[in-house]
């Protein structure tokens, strides 16, 4: 079982299949096992550390320069290269590598008394890189021996590292830092050294340079003579020495980040329902309290899958939770029963409805207090005097300590393996552990001991005894974070500064393999009195990122921290209503994209490329999206792009314009919100509502969604429509395929599932389902519409035996007819479909039930129109993305009381979703004379004399409508 999921000190040899096309190669392309003969030794009763030989390298990749220097040879583009000094080489799993066995790359040497040579080749049997050792040159530093004697070269790019003459992360695009507490702007996101004893610091391995370096010499190890605990005395080399591991890559990222992952272990996967809309305040919650939040946001029709309780859910110092601030945090760890008076009948109330477990805060650093109520067993576990009352320090380096402490915990909570880490920070005084985090790094350590222990934590989930995935939060805690989710942004402040940095933080630590990171949305505290308070735009934007995140999450302080007492408010139905509307309906499509989003994380797992990551990652490899106005978007999965807004509006148009660099792509990139089409490889500029979000799909996209959440649990109604509480766990019986033209006449989709809590996925391929869709536009104007689904591969108990399939397809005119049937070839069986057009979206909804999921599906629809037509997917703006605003514009206009002019011609306009519903033959001819009618009604209204709308409204059309002050037309 691998590293990061199971306590393994190695991983395994790696398959670098990849994930391409159909779904299918996905159950190819987890890593095969060369595990070796296992030991394990007992720590404690949950601590169960186990490891394996794989630290050390396969023979075959190890080449000995001379008796002091090895290089191994682990993959196509990196080598490592060791300096040992007369010490015996290291052979032990550090903190961040864990692995050395990978598959060995085809390579040659030639060792020549002077010049080491060694010519590593790739898969097409292409020289990659060129290591040269020059073994009598002297060395320009004393305590680094490799220093101007060792050069690494790419081979077909020409780039070359010289050890001591070049930077080791030159050109480095990023990496991420220990936390932001108190953060409200940007900060540097570079550290520079490539030194992997910070664990507070570290850049990633993506490079504008095509190399990065590694220098794990002064790293922590796993020793395997102790059982596996962490040797904190003995580092992985003296200080003097070196251990460089060296990507020479070029541009293919891809490689670089399939290398680290192959010798610091596989992204670890979270649970699925973390993919949907949690709620997490600091707040002194109730028993009762915390059932009127939940049942809030059914009462709103807001989805919720998730609880996050902060420290006050457990006792004090003193017993009571009205005392000071500073003993909230202090270690008694029993349920506070003066809020939770039944602890085990909230459990019920959660376990029901699809949220338990609960991911509990705790803060180790203020130890174990005698009002604990196992204290007595713990102190006997300790082998402690019975009568001692004084605080037992935490100490994490201590497996006596540990053993006790996990012992307790589980003894006093009960049931849960999602734990928050909220430590604080070390240099500040909050620490776990005697040793200094210069020389011990507590904190990777303390998240591998929760990780590991809440393995064995066996829980029911839908009638099936399972080991359930554990989550740890905490900070950033060096190279090595990534295999135990989630990262903790930190307690930042509210600012339209912060929410402006946050993309590009969570972005360069992808870089690093950190992919699932969880902010505090809309900022955890107000910052001075005059700093910016609950701002209804700001927080609305803030929860717009929080859709296109790795986890919804918002997480306010309780305190009152602006004159005259302001408190942070996170509750959406207190906002105004068109901000609280456009609120709910992110948290709607983040439920109903759980099916897209576990699909693009079970990928991340299957190919090591973060599902959250920078634009620039993935092929061509484009050097325009390096550009400091374009740091911020990103990928969301294989066939997203987001450009978050994350600056105000401008008054009084209301809108925000944004700067976006889409990649390059055979086809149209699409609007996911207003349906326009979009060349890629272009600089492009953007305006936004309120309403709208810049979130592009790939043309021929295939999008796996499901149903909207609207029943309240336990109705009935649940029976045909997903829960709005709990529901993001449960694989979905209705299975939503929004389908993207965007001027592609072939397109696909994908679907990844298991029964998203188990731990199967670390060790079986055959774990996980895969179904796959395509289409395709056919006959001589393209307007007959082929539409398959495949039977599902590897079925899981989990796999519904049939589904309601569902085809959104977006920007087409009403279908004429629609026919679907099961099987292939003589065998095929039809069954009953119908469809449905929305003419304000133009959408059509073409829905088959009851399909076996063991059985190819076949759908055929003959639309009216070709969805390739320029007015459905064209360079003007489409017919979606302008209604809305000439609805709102007309809205304004119908309320202002100045406005005399008659409105004929603007109503006219707003009257075409009407009309298209009464006459859907009549849509083409309205669509072709859309844009000009809108362009006139427009003109007319800012550039009237007499009988004018308010300046405000005029500055509104102008801007939303691209109308110059006296123009008689408009470009949008």
């Known amino acids: 079982i691998l ?16 994930f391409i096309g159909p779904l299918w190669p996905l159950l190819m392309a987890f890593y095969s096992f060369s595990v070796g003969t296992s030991q394990s030794q007992d720590v404690g009763e949950h601590i169960k550390i186990t490891y394996s030989p794989d630290p050390s390298p396969s023979p075959d990749a190890v080449v000995w320069c001379d008796a002091n220097t090895r290089f191994t040879i682990l993959s196509p583009v990196l080598v490592r290269a060791e300096y040992c000094g007369g010490y015996l080489s290291e052979d032990r799993a550090t903190f961040s590598f864990v692995n050395r066995r990978t598959q060995v790359p085809k390579f040659t040497k030639s060792n020549a008394s002077n010049l080491c040579t060694i010519t590593v080749y790739n898969s097409d049997e292409k020289v990659s890189v ?78 504008s340079s095509g190399y990065a370096v590694y220098n794990d010499g002064k790293n922590n190890v796993f020793d395997p003579s102790t059982g596996g605990w962490a040797d904190s005395v003995h580092k992985s080399a003296p200080h003097d020495e070196q251990d460089l591991y060296i990507f020479m890559y070029d541009k293919d990222y891809h490689a670089a980040l399939r290398s680290l992952a192959s010798i610091s272990g596989k992204m670890a ?18 028993q009762d309290g915390l059932i009127e939040i939940i049942e809030r946001y059914q009462d709103n029709l807001i989805p919720l899958d998730g609880i996050n309780l902060d420290t006050e859910w457990h006792r ?14 202090s270690g008694v760890f029993d349920w506070d029963t003066s809020l939770y008076p039944d602890p085990m009948k909230m459990v019920e109330y959660l376990q029901t409805r699809g949220m338990w477990p609960v991911w509990f805060d705790i803060h180790q650093a203020s130890g174990v207090l005698a009002n604990n109520s196992k204290w007595k067993s713990f102190l006997e576990d300790l082998g402690l005097p019975s009568d001692q009352t004084k605080t037992v320090t935490c100490r994490v380096e201590n497996s006596t300590y540990v053993h006790a402490f996990f012992k307790l915990l589980r003894e006093q909570v009960g049931g849960t393996n999602y734990w928050w880490l909220d430590n604080g920070t070390p240099d500040t005084g909050d620490k776990i552990s005697d040793l200094p985090l210069s020389d011990f790094n507590s904190e990777l350590w303390n998240r591998f001991l929760f990780f590991n222990d809440s393995l064995d934590l066996e829980q029911f989930v839908n009638g099936t005894k399972v080991t359930s995935r554990p989550t740890v939060m905490g900070p950033f805690a060096g190279l090595g974070t990534h295999r135990y989710p989630f990262v903790h942004s930190g307690d930042t402040i509210t600012t339209w500064a912060t929410l402006q940095f946050l993309p590009y933080y969570s972005l360069t630590a992808s870089n690093l393999l950190v992919s699932f990171i969880t902010h505090d949305l809309g900022g955890h505290r107000f910052g001075t009195v005059d700093a910016i308070g609950n701002n209804d735009e700001l927080y609305t934007r803030w929860i717009q990122y929080g859709l296109w995140s790795a986890m919804m999450r918002p997480h306010p302080q309780k305190f009152p921290s602006r004159a005259p007492g302001e408190r942070i408010e996170r509750r959406i139905w207190e906002y105004p209503y068109d901000h609280f509307d456009v609120m709910r309906k992110a948290m709607q499509l983040r439920a109903r994209l759980v099916p897209y989003t576990y699909t693009a994380v079970l990928q991340a797992y299957a190919n090591d490329i973060p599902f959250l990551r920078g634009t620039y990652v993935d092929p061509p490899y484009d050097h325009s999206l390096f550009a400091t106005e374009l740091q911020n978007q990103y990928f969301f999965g ?138 395709a536009l056919v006959g001589q104007a393209a307007q007959t519409l082929q539409l398959t689904v495949s039977a599902v591969a590897n079925p899981q108990p989990s796999t519904p035996s049939t589904r309601t399939y569902e085809f959104l397809l977006r920007n087409v005119l009403t279908p004429v007819s629609v026919n679907a049937s099961v099987g292939t070839g003589q065998t095929q069986n039809v069954l009953t479909s119908s469809f449905t057009w929305d003419p304000q979206t133009l959408s059509a909804r073409v829905v088959v039930q009851s399909v076996s999921t063991r059985e190819y599906l076949n759908v055929l629809v003959q639309l009216s129109a070709t969805p390739l037509a320029e007015v459905l997917c064209g360079t003007d703006a489409p017919f979606p993305g302008t209604y809305h605003r000439v609805r709102d514009i007309k809205q304004a206009i119908d309320e202002d009381r100045r406005q005399s002019l008659p409105s004929m011609m603007l109503n006219h306009v707003d009257e075409t979703v009407d009309r298209m519903r009464n006459s859907p033959r009549t849509a083409m001819g309205e669509l072709q004379t859309y844009a000009a009618r809108v362009r006139e009604a427009m003109t007319l209204h800012a550039n009237a004399e007499k009988g004018a709308p308010s300046e405000d409204i005029i500055d509104a059309i102008r801007a939303r409508f691209g109308i110059a002050n006296g123009s008689t037309h408009h470009g949008v």
């Open 3 to 18: 590293w990061g999921a199971r306590v393994v000190s190695g991983m395994m040899s790696t398959s670098w299949t990849g």
């Open 130 to 207: 060129i290591v040269r050792y020059n073994k009598t040159a002297p060395s320009k530093k004393a305590t680094a021996p490799l220093y101007y004697r060792l050069t690494v070269q790419h081979a077909a790019s020409g780039i070359t590292y010289t050890d001591g003459n070049t930077s080791p992360m030159n050109g480095t695009l990023g990496g991420t830092v220990y936390q932001l507490n108190g953060v409200d702007q940007a900060i540097p996101l570079i550290c520079g050294n490539g030194d992997l004893s910070s664990a507070t610091c570290v850049d990633g391995v993506l490079s």
């Open 269 to 286: 996967l979270p649970p699925r329902r973390f993919f949907g809309v949690w709620w997490s305040k600091w707040e002194k919650y109730s």
């Open 316 to 329: 004090n110092a003193a017993g009571y939770l009205d005392a000071p601030q500073e003993n909230f945090y």
């Open 638 to 775: 294989d066939r997203f792009v987001i450009i978050p807004v994350v600056t105000p509006m401008v008054q009084p148009a209301n809108i925000t314009t944004m700067p976006l660099y889409l990649p390059a792509l055979p086809h149209a990139w699409v609007n996911y919100f207003t349906g326009k089409c979009e060349q890629g490889q272009q600089n492009l500029t953007r305006n936004f509502t309120l309403a709208e979000y810049g979130a592009y799909v790939k043309g021929g996209s295939m999008i796996p969604t499901t149903r909207a959440r609207t029943c309240r649990w336990g109705t009935s109604a649940c029976d045909e429509t997903p829960a709005l509480l709990g529901a993001a766990q449960d694989v979905p019986t209705a299975i939503v395929w929004e389908t993207f033209f965007g001027n592609a006449t072939t397109g696909s989709g994908a679907l990844a599932e298991d029964n998203g809590n188990g731990t199967e996925y670390t060790g079986n391929a055959a774990a996980m389902a895969a179904t796959n869709a395509s289409y």
